[in-house]
């Protein structure tokens, strides 16, 4: 059975959890793929006491059953996950995606959702404008940058305790954290230089984008949350396949009142609607391989 860790929730840029309930999918689609290596079924009731709305509750996401199936095929991308990381670094602008490997993820999505991609200069430019505007926004806003800033894990000994959240080191980040510049007080105030150079980094490598990759759903239910996740983990399997990165930037799809107006701009310029709002945007491209990121590991994970 799996459940959502309601204590883990993102109240300030998640308000209604619907990217809490993606990243719930996602483990579905590699819960899957695992199943299938192995020779086993995975028979999925979705929401079996029912949707929880407007908020996650302590109601089941998913009831799972694993069946011995001679008739069930291991899944190539399965061989992906353990390489696939998100990428938050600049691409590669000189060897963007081709639109063969670009038709490669957004196909790997399947129905019902529908994706598409974004390769042209001057639409590229436009949603990098809309991206840029979102971080800054973001990092601007006092409850989005405190969230942020209570899970960001400076130098190794808060990384190897916690496992989790945004992870910060480095000889040059510790150095900066040893003087103060670097720390949660700092990030939470939008004219440090922590801000500001966060800001910076966050958007040069957004401007460095060759291409994006969108998803949507024909409605915006929990059960199409959960099929969107596992539709982009399927997609971010795709890209690693072909030696390409991804990076979800999800700003101006959040939904708390102060990105309402960006949120605004990019569903339409995507086409999308109130009722079948976007699931999805991620940037893609060429980038040197990105490290994996502290988890927990299973005993947080598992009860019994």
């Known amino acids: ?31 899957n793929l695992a199943a299938c290596e192995r020779g086993l079924r995975a028979d999925m009731a979705i929401w079996p006491e029912g949707e929880p709305q407007p908020l996650l509750d302590q109601r089941p996401v998913a009831r799972i059953r694993l069946t011995a199936d001679p008739s069930v095929r291991p899944d190539p991308l399965f061989g992906q996950i353990l390489k696939r990381h998100t990428n938050r670094v600049a691409f590669d602008l000189k060897t963007p995606p081709s639109p063969s490997e670009l038709s490669q993820v957004v196909s790997a999505a399947g129905a019902p959702l529908s994706a598409g991609a974004i390769s042209t200069p001057t639409e590229v430019a436009r949603i990098i404008d809309f991206g840029a505007r979102g971080n800054t926004l973001e990092m601007k806003t006092p409850a989005a940058a405190k969230e942020s800033a209570d899970l960001t894990r400076i130098g190794p000994v808060e ?146």
């Open 1 to 31: 059975i799996l459940y959502a860790d309601t204590t883990r929730m993102l109240p300030a840029t998640d308000p209604p959890n619907r990217q809490i309930t993606l990243g719930c999918g996602a483990f579905l689609e590699l819960l």
């Open 159 to 304: 990384i190897a305790r916690y496992r989790d959240g945004i992870s910060l080191q480095g000889p040059f980040i510790e150095g900066l954290a040893a003087l103060g510049l670097v720390s949660r007080e700092a990030m939470m105030d939008p004219d440090s230089f922590a801000t500001k150079s966060a800001i910076d980094m966050f958007n040069k490598a957004l401007e460095s984008t060759p291409a994006f990759v969108w998803l949507k759903g024909p409605d915006n239910s929990r059960a199409t949350q959960i099929a969107a996740g596992r539709a982009y983990a399927r997609q971010q399997l795709t890209a690693t396949a072909l030696g390409l990165s991804i990076q979800p930037w999800s700003m101006t799809l959040q939904e708390y009142p102060e990105m309402a107006e960006l949120y605004g701009v990019t569903q339409k310029a995507l086409g999308a609607t109130p009722d079948a709002p976007l699931q999805m945007l991620v940037r893609i491209g060429r980038a040197k391989a990105a490290s994996p990121s502290p988890r927990r590991g299973l005993a947080e994970h598992i009860r019994t």
